[in-house]
């Protein structure tokens, strides 16, 4: 044997020496304490579930217990659970993609505007001129036809508004709906007298606390003209933007608001559904709603 291999066992004996000293140092002084409890107890000092007590902690002190630790989460579980999340999130992705994206290729390049030839003013009827243009092009991702029917400029106040928050095609091609009124509908708007109620795409006026649809205004129209409340002096509009920041206005408008708004009353093709203007302030019921492709908006 080496130098250095005796020295080597020589060290590895010691610390075995020291290892057993400490384990006969350690059980000498556990049974001197055990001894000492024992006496307490035979002494009366302490009662029989005190001496029960710590004898046990003596035998398994707490520090030596070994605690359970809770078991780590699988790998699969982490798995699913992240896909449960991703998979729940895609809806609401796509929602605010269709809902809030925009995009239009529509131009209304070449097609008379008269925007610069007219004040506003809510004392007239809206300025309708006819126009001639067709279009098709794309509308928030969708292919779309357009025909441009009539050049529309309309000055008034803003009586109702109504958001449509689906992902069809209605409702993405018209987001609001706008109901306006001008000239003595203003007045009675203003005193609280005339009143508008948005539903199911339709505007219904309500006149001293009486809700009038879309079938039975014609019957009043002539009283209400005899009181300067002529009901052909309001409008239910469905609302296309033709841009983002149009968008954005549209969207800011809110009743009481005095606006003017231009662009083109308008037959439009988009995805399964075809909408057609009216072209008159006097109809009522289906297809009296103006379908509105608006390029200009200016809050007075």
């Known amino acids: 044997m080496s130098p250095e291999d005796d020295r080597l066992q020589r060290v590895r004996a010691a610390n075995e020496s020291r290892e057993d000293l400490t384990t006969e140092k350690e059980k000498a002084e556990e049974e001197a304490t055990k001894a000492a409890l024992k006496a307490r107890f035979e002494k009366g000092e302490i009662d029989g579930a005190r001496y029960n007590k710590e004898l046990v902690a003596l035998t398994v002190p707490e520090e030596k217990t070994e605690r359970p630790q809770a078991a780590a989460p699988k790998k699969k579980t982490w798995i699913i659970l992240i896909g449960f999340i991703i998979l729940s999130t895609i809806p609401a992705i796509v929602y605010i993609y269709g809902r809030f994206s925009f995009q239009n290729s529509l131009t209304a390049e070449g097609i008379e505007n008269y925007y610069d030839d007219y004040s ?44 449509y928050w689906g992902l069809g095609d209605y409702d993405t091609l018209v987001p609001r709906d706008v109901c306006l009124v001008w000239g003595g509908l203003v007045d009675a708007l203003h ?35 005899n009181k300067m409340l002529a009901l052909h002096e309001f409008s239910n509009n ?10 954005s206005q549209v969207f800011g408008l809110k009743k009481g608001d005095k606006v003017r708004l231009s662009g083109y ?17 006097s109809d009522f019921g289906d297809g009296a709603c103006e379908v509105f492709y608006v390029t200009k908006v200016d809050k007075l």
């Open 120 to 163: 506003p003013s809510l004392d007239r009827e809206p300025i309708q001129i006819e126009v001639d243009g067709r279009e098709n092009g794309t509308y928030k991702g969708r292919e779309i036809g357009v025909t441009y029917r009539y050049y529309y400029d309309i000055t008034a106040v803003v009586a109702s508004v109504k958001d």
């Open 265 to 281: 009353l308008v037959t439009v093709r988009y995805g399964g559904i075809q909408l057609v203007s009216s072209s008159t302030r």
């Open 191 to 225: 005193r609280g007298t005339a009143n508008f109620k948005q539903s199911g795409r339709f505007c219904n006026p309500i006149i001293d606390g009486q809700e009038y649809n879309n079938l039975d205004i014609s019957e009043v129209r002539g009283v209400f003209g």
């Open 238 to 247: 469905h609302i296309i933007p033709s841009s983002t920041e149009i968008r």
